[in-house]
């Protein structure tokens, strides 16, 4: 049967979901400029595919605009058309930006950050994942015969991210079963999330390809290993050279990137709503479990919420060009561009405030009392949902970074999130969420 190359034009939902529409490839020069239709109320449908109340209704038309520089084409099987989808921007049918694009709100706070520090974000997303068709392989964690056992699969991610226009960086056996991950080279601005939501896509063509049902579900078991995003940033000054490290400074972090880690860290357990978004991203942010559970830098320590990356002195890499931070207290049940949107105002308010960088945690901060944390500008991080959205509501600084109503918009979308899973035991919410990330 004759089959016909199509192209997607696709957005990351307030879900991290993948969604859009398809047109013939050959009207993609046509699609940059009147771009396929969209509708509002689309900003409303969860992770499980239940519309949650919606202040547009039935109302409204909008369109879903591609960019041409994140087209990507990826042969993922023989005798058959590429894989071909697009990211964009929603907007207004005048042109005007809509206020719950995802990649717009990214893109208003890059220019935000450049207008008020100069500075241009560098950085790069670590994406951990399972196969969930699979038990485990009995090989173990970062082996030989783990990557061995998965080595088509895993060269071919490689080969279609780099035909999808994403550096690879690296893919290893990770430590829980069947459990893998993929990272990438850092990029510019908003090319950051494209990238992520790219090698995403890709990771997904090339399992169902080869017979693989990858998930990147925060956790597949409330007691076993989860699967975190780690977002590594850095910056670059207006004439492109590195500015996030001086070797002089507190834990080596230049005055600027020390003002925007500490605001990070004093809006964490408020901004955790969007950067961990699910009921069963709760389960995975606790204590010993090498992701995150306090809003403290570490300094090279995975247990930190924001940690400062090791660098070596024998790398053909100078210093200065390797040095990053890497927030941890995130997962792929959200969109990247609001996950990078939210740690970019919040660093943004830390230099507004002039914040001092805290020092660096060296102990076990489960058990240290509240009010040994308070003394220390140190709080546990919400442990619920539920929790971080009221805090998320509560704090008027966060919410009004976000154009006007989002974020009643989004509390509204993650309450009927909720609801689809409240009597569900926790062993069910996880195997829901398996299912659908």
């Not at 989860?226 to 977002?231: K, P, S, Y």
């Amino acid at each position: 049967m004759k089959r016909e190359e199509m192209m997607l034009a696709c957005s990351s939902d307030l879900a991290g979901k993948i969604r859009g529409k398809a047109f013939p490839a050959a009207q993609f020069e046509k699609r940059l400029h009147r771009g396929v239709g969209w509708t509002p109320t689309n900003v409303q449908i969860t992770c499980f595919d239940v519309i949650a109340e919606s202040p547009f209704g039935s109302l409204g038309d909008l369109v879903l605009i591609p960019d041409a520089s994140t087209k990507v084409s990826i042969d993922v099987e023989d005798n058959v058309p590429p894989e071909q989808f697009v990211l964009g921007n929603i907007r207004y049918t005048d042109g005007r930006s809509w206020e719950f694009c995802t990649r717009s709100i990214l893109q208003d706070a890059l220019a935000k950050l450049k207008e008020i520090s100069g500075l241009t974000l560098f950085g790069a997303f670590e994406h951990e994942f399972q196969f969930c068709n699979m038990g485990d392989d009995g090989h173990g964690a970062f082996t030989l015969a783990g990557f061995r056992a998965e080595r088509e699969f895993c060269e071919s991610v490689i080969a279609a991210m780099r035909q999808a226009g994403v550096s690879p960086d690296t893919i290893l056996r990770e430590f829980g079963a069947a459990q893998y991950e993929v990272t990438m080279n850092p990029q510019k601005g908003v090319t950051v999330a494209d990238h992520s939501v790219i090698t995403r896509e890709v990771v997904g063509a090339v399992a169902n390809a080869l017979g693989r049902q990858p998930t990147f579900t925060p956790i597949r078991d409330p007691a076993g290993v989860g699967n975190g995003v780690h977002i590594h940033i850095s910056f670059l000054d207006e004439e492109g050279n590195p500015a996030t490290w001086d070797g002089s400074s507190k834990h080596e972090l230049s005055p600027v990137a020390a003002k925007f880690v500490a605001g990070i860290l004093k809006y964490l357990d408020s901004i955790i709503a969007i950067t961990a978004p699910s009921v069963v991203s709760y389960f995975r942010l606790t204590p010993h479990r090498w992701s995150a559970a306090f809003n403290n830098l570490g300094f090279r320590d995975r247990e930190a919420s924001v940690r400062i990356c090791p660098v070596s002195d024998i790398s053909d890499i100078s210093k200065a060009s390797q040095f990053n931070f890497e927030f941890r207290a995130a997962d792929a049940t959200g969109s990247p561009y609001l996950q990078l949107a939210a740690l970019v105002y919040a660093g943004i308010q830390g230099i507004k405030e002039n914040l001092p960088v805290p020092d660096a945690t060296a102990e076990d901060l489960a058990a240290l009392s509240t009010e040994e944390l308070a003394s220390r500008g140190l709080v546990r991080l919400p442990q619920s949902l539920p929790d971080a959205l009221e805090r998320f509501a509560a704090n008027e600084t966060v919410t009004g970074w976000f154009p006007k109503g989002f974020a009643d918009v989004y509390v509204k979308h993650k309450q009927r999130e909720i609801k689809h899973v409240e009597d569900l035991s926790d062993q069910a919410a996880c195997a829901a969420y398996e299912r659908v990330y």
